[in-house]
């Protein structure tokens, strides 16, 4: 038997009596609980998904498109989390959930989120991101009849599954307010929420590669959605360096000894071709593990005097996690001294370096010839 709604909303202590606009809808702050879906089924209990991603029913819904983990959007080249997850978070935890999965998940804004409603053409209007996310937006984006979407009821692709007792995440904030847009599929509709309110229901969102060039290699091969393409194919774009999946770098690796200055260093890297370059110190400071000490108010190029590097100390000589280095185990080169960035000290003829030896930052002269240097690029 389907459950219905009644016009009664309890809240907190105090009961409201007020009509349901069309469909049941929600106000634009206030987050009801509905019934959840299971297997075309009703129930006012619901039951929460498990974390993880279901490999089994994902691999079943796309084999051939590199989105083993999910369902493909053909038509915008994204690739979907499926099932969607019942996880009770806020924004926040909805953004480090997806973040968590790596290999290029992410939390989808409200223009992608809005891209999965099928069947109820009221819900699309001039809500999008990042152009237009303040309130006035909203006008003439409408939600449809309560679960009357073409799967079941629910205005969403036939392939997708997960549950519908509540609305969906986006990551778009809405401007001025402390609240973000999310969708609930059992009306079609766009509505707001508290981003500190722990919305039930979120739906992972990865780009997908078009070619070769757009993949990376390392930890994970193709982290962005490249899984139809071979491990081969994924080490010619890093041409067998090393790949950041944090920063999305693409790292020479071994690094060099080449005793150069610093014009000498960023001529080397230039050389490579195929746009590698000397690395600045916000990205070098990337690559530094296992020493919180190095991380401070140094960055390029909002701050790089002297003043900048305050806070900014280093660790137990030869204590870092490789073999007593400070870097990812999986780089190597030597360490007899610093590496150049190529980020200058404004007011000085010197630049910034960090020996991974300590993890530390500090500086010399441009014109001293510095052994060390591990070039980098965007891949």
């Given at each position: 038997?389907?459950?219905?709604?009644?016009?009664?909303?309890l809240?907190?202590?105090f009961?409201?009596c007020?009509?349901?606009?069309?469909?049941?809808?929600?106000?634009?702050?206030?987050?009801?609980?509905?019934?959840t879906?299971?297997h075309g089924?009703?129930?006012?209990?619901?039951e929460p998904?498990?974390?993880?991603i279901d490999?089994?029913?994902a691999?079943?819904?796309?084999?051939?498109?590199?989105?083993?983990?999910?369902w493909v959007?053909?038509?915008?080249?994204?690739?979907w989390q499926?099932?969607?997850?019942d996880?009770?978070?806020?924004?926040?935890d909805?953004h480090d959930?997806?973040?968590?999965l790596g290999?290029?998940?992410r939390?989808?804004?409200?223009?992608?989120?809005?891209s999965?409603?099928?069947?109820?053409?009221?819900?699309?209007?001039?809500?999008?991101?990042p152009?237009?996310l303040?309130?006035?937006?909203?006008?003439?984006?409408?939600?449809c009849?309560l679960d009357?979407?073409?799967?079941?009821?629910?205005?969403?692709?036939d392939?997708l599954?997960?549950?519908?007792?509540?609305g969906?995440?986006?990551?778009s904030r809405?401007s001025?307010?402390q609240?973000?847009w999310?969708i609930?599929?059992?009306?079609g509709?766009?509505?707001?929420?508290?981003i500190?309110?722990?919305?039930?229901?979120?739906?992972?969102?990865?780009?997908l590669?078009e070619?070769?060039?757009?993949?990376?290699?390392g930890?994970?091969?193709?982290?962005?959605?490249c899984?139809h393409?071979?491990?081969?194919?994924?080490?010619?774009?890093?041409?067998?360096?090393?790949?950041?999946?944090?920063?999305?770098?693409?790292w020479?690796?071994?690094?060099?000894?080449?005793?150069?200055?610093l014009?000498?260093?960023h001529?080397y890297?230039?050389?490579?071709?195929?746009?590698?370059?000397?690395?600045n110190?916000?990205?070098?400071?990337?690559?530094?593990?296992?020493?919180?000490?190095s991380?401070?108010?140094?960055?390029?190029?909002?701050?790089l005097?002297?003043g900048?590097?305050?806070?900014?100390?280093?660790?137990?000589?030869?204590?870092g996690?490789?073999a007593g280095?400070?870097?990812?185990?999986?780089?190597?080169g030597?360490?007899?001294?610093g590496?150049?960035?190529?980020?200058?000290?404004?007011g000085?003829?010197?630049a910034?370096?960090?020996?991974?030896?300590?993890g530390?930052?500090?500086?010399?002269?441009?014109?001293?010839?510095?052994?060390h240097?591990?070039?980098?690029?965007?891949?």
């Amino acid at each position: 038997m389907r459950f219905f709604y009644s016009n009664i909303i309890l809240l907190a202590g105090f009961a409201s009596c007020s009509a349901p606009e069309k469909g049941g809808s929600y106000s634009d702050e206030l987050l009801i609980s509905e019934p959840t879906r299971d297997h075309g089924q009703w129930s006012n209990i619901a039951e929460p998904t498990p974390l993880g991603i279901d490999h089994q029913s994902a691999s079943a819904a796309s084999p051939s498109h590199g989105c083993q983990d999910g369902w493909v959007d053909s038509d915008r080249g994204l690739c979907w989390q499926n099932p969607a997850r019942d996880l009770s978070a806020d924004l926040r935890d909805a953004h480090d959930y997806c973040a968590g999965l790596g290999r290029g998940w992410r939390l989808p804004n409200i223009n992608e989120l809005l891209s999965l409603v099928r069947g109820c053409d009221q819900s699309q209007c001039g809500l999008s991101d990042p152009d237009c996310l303040h309130t006035g937006c909203k006008t003439g984006c409408n939600q449809c009849a309560l679960d009357g979407g073409p799967d079941a009821g629910i205005y969403w692709p036939d392939a997708l599954a997960g549950p519908v007792n509540d609305g969906y995440w986006s990551s778009s904030r809405v401007s001025g307010h402390q609240s973000a847009w999310l969708i609930n599929f059992r009306w079609g509709g766009v509505y707001r929420n508290y981003i500190s309110a722990e919305n039930p229901h979120l739906r992972c969102v990865k780009q997908l590669c078009e070619s070769v060039d757009q993949c990376v290699d390392g930890d994970g091969c193709c982290p962005n959605g490249c899984d139809h393409l071979s491990d081969d194919d994924c080490e010619i774009s890093c041409e067998g360096n090393w790949y950041d999946l944090d920063s999305g770098l693409c790292w020479q690796n071994p690094a060099r000894d080449l005793s150069a200055d610093l014009r000498g260093a960023h001529d080397y890297c230039a050389g490579l071709g195929q746009d590698w370059r000397l690395p600045n110190i916000n990205e070098l400071l990337s690559l530094v593990r296992g020493c919180d000490q190095s991380q401070c108010g140094l960055s390029d190029p909002d701050c790089l005097h002297t003043g900048c590097k305050t806070g900014c100390n280093q660790c137990a000589l030869d204590g870092g996690p490789d073999a007593g280095i400070y870097w990812p185990d999986a780089l190597a080169g030597p360490v007899t001294d610093g590496y150049w960035s190529s980020s200058r000290v404004p007011g000085h003829q010197s630049a910034w370096l960090i020996n991974f030896r300590w993890g530390g930052v500090y500086k010399n002269y441009i014109s001293a010839e510095n052994p060390h240097l591990r070039c980098v690029k965007q891949p």
